[in-house]
């Protein structure tokens, strides 16, 4: 089983998304085999509201994960697509298989599609799962840059308390460049009396394409040293590669400094990324 090292005071997570072909996923096998000597205290697996085969995509990674790496698995899931049975069937098949962690999502919305509207809101999947599931443990996404949806900062935190008091473990932000946005939306949570703890979520920039759908589709906000980088190696993908890294490891830095509790990584599914930061930072996550 798996056991925590009472060295670590700051936990370290990767995320990994279930690839669309076949040799993308005996790579991600195969990255899952390098992440297993990188200290990681979870690992999640995304999916996608795209997808409706979940069965063979986010739980067989996670299982993975779970029982062969023998690290705590994370399976996400976002409800906006899936009705109660839906979600009944997963929460039970992910018990079967010694999973009790999930990153409990409303989701994205596809254009073309309507939802069905059992779940409407992440905090109605949280009470379903804490009723069907008591003893999972749930993590609430977060977005220190407001929901692009929200009607303003003070809803989306009115609305994250809700979902924080429905039964949110902990929290996990979206992906953000400038750290100060992250430590100033960190303050009015607790404000707000949202004492749960609340992980920074790092995306290190190695490939500009998948970098910049996420941003726009986040309206993710760029600080100039950040637009610099991405415009003076915009055709130097090995420049932009290693500038993308030393920005990510600058960040997680200074947010370990703050105590942070933890560090998520978004690492795109490539273990190059996962152990160069792993390098570049494992002491500070030790006491
Ligand atoms: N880490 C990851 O893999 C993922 C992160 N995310 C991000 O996490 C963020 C938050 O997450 P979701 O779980 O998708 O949505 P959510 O349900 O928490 O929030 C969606 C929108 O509904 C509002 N809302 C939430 N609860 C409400 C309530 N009870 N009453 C009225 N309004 C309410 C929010 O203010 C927000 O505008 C999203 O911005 C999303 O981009 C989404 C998917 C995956
Ligand atoms: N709005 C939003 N939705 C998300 O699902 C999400 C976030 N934000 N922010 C953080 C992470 C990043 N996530 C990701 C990012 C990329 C893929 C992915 O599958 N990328 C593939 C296919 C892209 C496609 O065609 O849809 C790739 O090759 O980039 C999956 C999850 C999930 N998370």
Redesign the pocket.
Known sequence: MTTTNPLRKTTLSY?VFPPKTQVGEDNLFQVLQDLKDLEADSISV?YSTKNNNVADTTTKIAEHVQNNLCIPAIA?L?AIYLTKQDVSNIVTRLDESGINKI?A????RLPDMEPVNDFT???DLVTYIKKIAPHFEIT????PEI?P??ASAV??IK?LK??VDAGCDEL?T?LFFDNDIFLDFQEKCRIAGIDVPIIP?IMPITNQRQAMRLVSM?ETKLPRKFKAILNKYEHNPEALREAGLAYAIDQIVDLVTQDVPGIHLYIMNRSETAKYIHNATKWLFRE
Not at 140 to 143: L, P, W
């Open positions: 995320e995304t996400h976002p990153l999502l409303r989701g994205d809101y992440a905090s609430g996404a977060c977005y929901h949806e929200a809803d989306d609305n809700k979902k996990i979206q979520g986040n």
